[in-house]
């Protein structure tokens, strides 16, 4: 009896394994795709049937990729984008955030309604207003403008509602009577209580932020303005392209972000799963 | 410390729901004062009205001799212990206890001095370093009083603080909170619904009903002279007894007639009933349960207050024994010594205590006699 249930028991064991496995490379596939893309001749990453290993291992395409694009001003101006939009996330977010959930203010409800339909409509619909109002101001080609969508975040707003919904009034009230006024309850009392939930957003927003290809591609059109993904975009030709230099440059935008993952997989992992992002 | 007043206070909230009516109270220097009544009598919002939690929609509130209506709650000297204790859970204990003070930009000495102090009354000079979170219910407990202590506030302000902890810790924490009434010589205000809580700690109690106060007086007032029905059957555990009954005059008598049995009042109730013109009419009698005797000595000197009833529920509890019976349908119970012996579905004779018994008006339920 407790022999049965126990193979029983380690046959589903396996068969969990076995899914996750698969799943596992299903997921890596395409990394591993790219590193040994990078290393192998044009001929060799369009042959049919496909080689898995390169013949000779070609550290040219990085060369390559390096000569056709800046990539000092492509890493540094990813990262100043990266470091505003989830400044200008967290910050405004958390603000907005603790206003929806805590003060009372006529229309509140209104304006909470406005934030949810920002949510619900698909993001290209602002493209093109948000286009016109930099253009006419002439902050195209800028870090600026790069930042510019992500400075308020509807779903930030939102998120950070929930988390200070979460927490009991009665804190609130007792750094009132402790003494705080409006401001500092927030900055020292509340704010602090939702510590993981800015986290999580600033994750999240980074990860978007960094994958984010439409908009800089749109609105920074000078070489040394673009970030990463737009960069990276302009290796694709319009007759041909080269696959091991534009998976090398890939490999060398990764970088980063990898190294990111590295220090901070806790935060990355508690991000993901509360945002319910992916 | 300070006295405190609240004159012709009330509440009344947008959509027109009126939470507290009339509100008066004077409570003098180092008073212990409760305020107790079911859930939704507005005995917390007076409370938070006194906190400045929430807006008075008219009358005054004045704490020292200063009327504080529109005064911050910062700036009304005062300190509030909550329910859910409401630390703030990114702290330690100590940051807890200081925090106010670090506010008014205390020097740094002084906080010290403070918050070492209220941890060495509180006994919680070991847990200084812990965050909330690492703390046991009483701890916390004990940490927002002290965090309440270090402010040295006029008036202490507590919305039921030992609801959250369980009956043995709640019975250690009533006795600190006594001792510690005594020794900082503090003005109280303490909300909660637990009676007993009201009884053993309050120098005065406040009885609210649907925002109005019912009665203010001492513990021991409230119990022997309740001023209606309402008080008579909150204060007291278990609570009074109480069945409607016709009022006559036999022999020259006053006599209670009730469920096919009848009691004679004594001369005072009788007189008191006939003054009233009661006699002839419906009342109420209420009797506690520690009033209905059952031993043979009892049964004979209150011969004529003696009935019936048939055991339905004993219970035993040490020192005495809870006997639960009907009569007419409506439950009553008996506090018995444990040496008369009872078993469940005996027909017993008990008898009450003439001196004891209350009676209330059947209409207004404001009590004619106790």
């Avoid at chain 1, 596992?24 to 369009?46: A, G, H, N, R, Y």
């Amino acid at each position: 009896m407790s022999s049965s249930l126990e193979r029983s028991r380690k046959i589903r064991t396996a068969g969990i394994y076995a899914f996750f496995v698969i799943g596992c490379i299903v997921m890596i596939f395409p990394f591993v795709w790219m590193f040994l893309t990078s290393f192998k001749t044009v001929e060799e990453s369009m042959m049919i049937p496909p080689d898995i290993l390169p013949k000779s291992w070609q550290l040219k395409n990085f060369t390559d990729a390096m000569a056709s694009l800046p990539f000092l001003a492509l890493y540094k101006n990813t990262a100043l984008m990266v470091f505003w939009r989830v400044v200008c996330a967290v910050v405004f977010s958390s603000m907005a955030g603790y206003a929806f959930a805590k003060l009372k203010f006529k229309g509140k409800n209104v304006l909470f309604s406005l934030v949810l339909i920002q949510m619900m409509l698909p993001s290209q619909i602002f493209i093109t207003p948000q286009y016109q109002m930099l253009a006419k101001l002439g902050l195209t080609n800028t870090v600026f403008a790069l930042v510019f969508p992500g400075i308020v975040s509807a779903f930030g707003t939102f998120f950070l509602r929930q988390a200070y919904l979460g927490i009991p009034d009665e804190i609130a009230e007792a750094a009132y009577l402790d003494g705080c006024n409006q401001w500092q309850t927030f900055v020292k009392v509340m704010a602090p209580l939702t510590k993981a939930s800015m986290a999580a957003l600033a994750v999240f927003t980074a990860v978007f932020a960094y994958g984010d290809l439409m908009w800089p591609l749109i609105v920074n059109t000078d070489l040394n303005m673009m970030t990463l993904s737009s960069g990276l975009a302009t290796l694709r030709g319009q007759f041909s392209t080269n696959f091991p230099v534009m998976m090398a440059g890939s490999l060398l935008a990764m970088i980063p972000m990898v190294v990111l993952y590295l220090f901070f997989q806790k935060q990355f992992i508690e991000g993901v799963a509360m945002t319910g992002g992916k | 410390m300070a006295s405190v007043q609240l004159k012709n206070v009330c509440k009344k909230y947008p959509n027109g729901y009126e939470a507290v009516k009339d509100f008066n109270l004077d409570i003098a220097d180092k008073e212990f004062i409760i305020f107790v009544g079911p859930s939704g009598c507005g005995k917390s919002t007076t409370l938070r009205m006194v906190a400045g939690l929430e807006d008075i929609s008219s009358g005054e509130l004045i704490i020292d001799g200063k009327v504080v209506n529109d005064v911050e709650p910062k700036d009304r000297d005062i300190a509030m212990v909550f329910q859910s204790y409401a630390l703030y859970p990114h702290m330690t204990v100590y940051d807890n206890m200081a925090f106010s003070l670090k506010l008014k930009k205390t020097p740094k000495e002084e906080i010290d001095k403070a918050v070492r102090e209220a941890a060495r009354i509180l006994d919680l000079e070991k847990l200084l370093d812990r965050k909330p979170r690492a703390l046991s219910g009483g701890q916390r407990q004990r940490v927002a009083m002290g965090r309440a202590i270090v402010r040295n506030p006029k008036v202490f302000l507590m919305d039921e603080p030992l609801s959250n902890l369980d009956a043995k810790l709640r019975g250690q924490m009533r006795v600190e909170i006594s001792k510690l009434h005594q020794r900082l010589g503090s003005t109280i205000i303490y909300v909660t619904h637990d009676q007993t809580e009201a009884m053993t700690l309050g120098t005065r109690i406040v009885v609210m009903k649907d925002g109005v106060v019912q009665q203010i007086d001492t513990p021991q007032n409230l119990y022997d002279h309740p001023c209606n029905k309402f008080v008579a059957g909150f204060i007291g555990s278990p609570q009074m007894n109480m069945i409607l009954a016709d009022a006559v005059e036999e022999n020259g008598e006053v006599v209670l007639k009730f469920a096919g049995q009848q009691i004679a009042l004594n001369e005072d109730r009788a007189a008191a009933l006939k003054k009233g013109g009661y006699v002839g009419g419906k009342v109420v009698l209420g009797i506690r349960p520690s009033d209905i005797h059952g031993d043979a000595e009892s049964l004979q000197k209150f011969s004529k207050s003696c009935f019936e009833a048939e055991v339905r529920v004993y219970e035993m509890l040490g020192a005495e024994a809870l006997v639960y019976f009907d009569i007419e349908e409506t439950g009553w119970v008996a506090s018995l010594g444990t040496s008369q012996k009872v078993a469940v579905g005996d027909k017993i004779r008990l008898a009450m205590d003439t001196s004891k018994i209350h009676i209330f008006d059947n209409i207004t339920e404001k009590t004619i006699v106790d």
